[in-house]
């Protein structure tokens, strides 16, 4: 995959807005049901950290650096693969793991484009997807780390926003 | 019902699917869908000749949807073609960029078969 593409993303920071949380909710379950033609609900009992053997990543830079992540169990990115290109799809490892990219991928544009700060001045990697549960991501300090945990058919899937500050 | 000959552009395989369910869902009767996962590729099929529309994502690697669309210019096939630019990225300046770089229309990611059939339409002539 390429890196963050162009260099004309503005040199100052946009602060981090606990605001943003309630934001990234909305752009999430937007894509979800636009795209997978479900609507996902908030997932209250969640209270323990992403997990899943599927990672969808876009990286951001410019006002905001940092990335955005989309996680969940293989059969719910399969899941997804189906709703969103037709059954066969979901026994193909490698739409899987494109679909759950291009998610990650809408979640991220969309939540910028509702922030006018972030909109013209922030702009997104082409996604990147890892496979495996048994890994821990380590980013430079200071960070803030925004994470939604929503439930999609009744299955988890977890959107996390971490923002260098 | 003219039938159309199309290209979608994106380096995602699952996209260009997307993309291409998206236009028969809106409608559109497709003899013929091409596929190139970036704009270096996409070139090489224009100057085949013969496309109705092309619909590219900006985002890509090797050569992105802007620099795809400027390069348009220069090839004697894609003259009256017209191109739709759909992408994530939904910032003014991109928009700007591509309709002055001769995009027709410009539609934002996530999209319904709507949306697409809204932008799509006009720029068939009147033939759909």
């Known amino acids: ?165 | 019902m003219k039938k159309l000959k199309v290209l979608i552009v994106d380096d995602s395989s699952v996209m260009r699917k997307i993309v291409e369910r998206a236009l028969r869902q809106a409608g559109l009767e497709l003899t013929e869908v091409l596929e190139a996962s970036n704009g270096a590729e996409a070139l090489t099929q224009v100057q085949k000749g013969g496309l109705d529309m092309i619909l590219s994502d900006i985002n890509m690697p090797v050569m992105d949807g802007l620099e795809f669309l400027k390069s348009l210019a220069g090839v004697e096939a894609a003259k009256g073609v017209p191109v739709i630019m759909i992408t994530t990225e939904g910032s003014e300046a991109r928009v700007v960029e591509a309709l002055s770089a001769g995009a027709k229309a410009y539609l934002r990611k996530p999209f319904t078969p709507e949306q697409v059939k809204e932008r799509v339409t006009p720029l068939l002539g009147g033939g759909q």
């Open chain 1, 1 to 165: 995959m390429s890196s963050i593409t162009k260099s004309s993303a503005s040199q100052t920071g946009v602060a981090f807005d606990p605001a943003w949380k309630t934001i990234l909710e909305c752009a999430a379950i937007e894509v979800f049901e636009m795209m997978a033609g479900v609507r996902p609900e908030l997932n209250s009992a969640s209270t323990g950290a992403p997990v899943g053997e599927q990672t969808a990543m876009v990286g951001m830079a410019g006002a905001l650096c940092g990335m955005t992540t989309l996680r969940c169990a293989k059969e719910t990115s399969a899941r997804f693969a189906a709703l969103m290109l037709g059954e066969s799809a979901a026994s193909d490892h490698s739409s899987s793991g494109d679909a759950l990219g291009e998610l990650c991928n809408m979640v991220a544009g969309n939540f910028k484009s509702k922030i006018s700060t972030l909109a013209d001045h922030c702009m997104l990697s082409v996604p990147t997807v890892i496979t495996g549960a048994d890994y821990a991501m380590e980013t430079s300090e200071p960070t803030e780390v925004v994470i939604v945990p929503l439930l999609f058919e009744g299955l988890p899937v977890w959107i996390s926003l971490v923002i260098h500050t």
